[in-house]
Structures are given as C-alpha cells and as structure tokens.
C-alpha cells in the first residue's frame, strides 16, 4: 500500500522531511515504524524512543499497536501542551 507519512516538530528536523510517501506491507504502525527505522539512521535515531511520540492514521490518534487496512495517512508527532 502506499502511505502520505507525516513529521512534525523536531521528528521532521530530524528525519529532514516534513512528508514523504511511502510503499509499505506494514500490518501496523509498528510495523512501519520497523520499516522506516531499518532504512536509514536518521529514521533510528527519530523513533528511538516511541513513548516520547504519538501518532495519527487518518487523522485519528492511535496507537502503535493500531491497524493500517486501508489508511491513507500516519502522522507522528511529539506530544502536544497546551498553556
């Protein structure tokens, strides 16, 4: 399938993409995360620690655990404050 990956904050800074799109046969987050992280070190050192991100398929909040199906978008991102 292929997905519209998003990167917000120092995630895109430190992928040095703010998008890009990607032909994946990830069955979860998990797994694409796994995929990205096995191209290149700049994807390692990004998701090196997954409690410090979240993520959006479709727009939606999830979990890494969560399907993909038919998802058309995953976005990651830190962990948002308010104030």
Not at 3 to 13: I, P
Not at 40 to 64: G, I, P, S, W
Request: avoid cysteine; hydrophobic fraction near 50%.
């Amino acid at each position: 399938m292929t997905l519209d990956v998003l990167y917000f904050a120092w995630l895109r800074e430190r992928i040095g993409l703010p998008r890009e799109r990607v032909e994946t046969d990830a069955a979860t987050v998990a797994d694409l995360v796994a995929e990205l992280t096995a191209r290149e070190d700049r994807y390692a050192v990004a998701f090196q620690d997954l409690k410090a991100l979240r993520v959006a398929v479709d727009q939606e909040l999830t979990d890494f655990d969560a399907p993909l199906g038919t998802a058309r978008e995953v976005a990651f991102f830190p962990p948002m404050t308010g104030g």
